[in-house]
């Protein structure tokens, strides 16, 4: 499969965007090169280090490495505002609102490093098996979306991703050893550091290992329709004086409009005026289009 069917180079118009759309639908994976600037990818570093430090003050780090968590971040926006700059990219904002349908909200976000393979012990939260990201339901294809943000090069040899083209379709996943028998047809993606790796949550994939001398450092991220739960109540673990200064857009990727209430008080809290005033267009819209 020629790479050219799948990479594409970030520009000025929407047709880098419409060609990972399309990308995605017929494959269920592609590649967009050119979406993070060098400072945010060098901040985002940073900010990951401070992270890890901070976390293994609040959890015990053997208690990590026996759950194969370390050194995976959750909630990275929780510990540097950075990560928010991540659902502010405009290129992850078009493809959101083009590859589904329904409102997508972010399910989980979280900076993952793939160790070289002599300690991969410690990266039991990189699947090295055949597997769809998102097999809790049996889904159609371009409900569930994923997003891989290396910040650092993935290469053949550093933890590439491997995919079967048009996986996103299959009915039924085959058996693992029917699946390694059949390694003519996957793909190999590697993308340069700064690029978004989309994947449709059906597409079935594995990770390599990680051959290289150096670590393989990602922001992971997955946004799925509002009505699934998301990993965690990210509007009430965000700081309140935080949230209010994010623009609106973002807020809605972190759930605010697809939360429940936490008290008969929440339930029956009055609208806001700019509440109502978003009701009062929606119904306007919805009449307008004869729904």
């Not at 370390?70 to 659902?87: D, T, Y």
């Not at 972190?254 to 806001?272: C, D, N, Q, T, W």
């Amino acid at each position: 499969m020629e790479r050219a069917s799948f990479s594409f180079q970030i520009d000025q118009e929407k047709g880098s965007v419409d060609a990972c759309l399309q990308a995605l639908d017929n494959y269920g994976f592609t590649v967009l090169e050119g979406v993070c600037s060098d400072s945010l990818l060098e901040r985002t570093m940073a900010a990951i280090e401070e992270g890890r430090a901070a976390l293994l003050e609040k959890v015990d780090r053997d208690l990590m490495i026996e759950r194969g968590e370390f050194p995976q971040l959750r909630f990275p926006m929780c510990f540097n505002p950075v990560f928010f700059e991540f659902l502010q990219l405009q290129p992850l904002l078009s493809v959101i609102d083009g590859f589904s349908e329904d409102s997508l909200v972010l399910r989980f976000q979280s900076a993952q490093r793939v160790f070289p393979n002599d300690e991969r012990s410690f990266s039991k939260q990189v699947y090295h098996h055949f597997h769809r990201n998102f097999r809790h339901l049996q889904l159609e294809p371009g409900k569930v979306l994923e997003c891989v943000m290396p910040l650092s090069d993935i290469t053949a040899d550093n933890g590439v991703i491997l995919v079967f083209p048009g996986s996103h379709r299959w009915r039924d996943v085959p058996a693992n050893e029917e699946l390694k028998s059949r390694r003519e047809e996957l793909v190999a993606i590697e993308a340069p550091a700064g690029s978004m790796v989309l994947l449709d949550g059906m597409t079935v994939h594995r990770e390599e290992f990680n051959y290289s001398k150096k670590p393989l450092d990602l922001v992971l991220h997955q946004f799925v329709p509002s009505v699934i739960k998301q990993h965690a109540d990210y509007c009430r673990a965000i700081d309140p004086a935080m949230m209010e200064k994010l623009p609106d857009r973002t807020r809605f990727l972190l759930g605010e409009k697809s939360r429940v209430p936490a008290s008969i008080e929440e339930y029956y809290r009055p609208m806001s005026a700019a509440e109502m005033k978003s009701m009062a267009l929606q119904y306007m819209v919805s009449e307008f289009a004869g729904e």
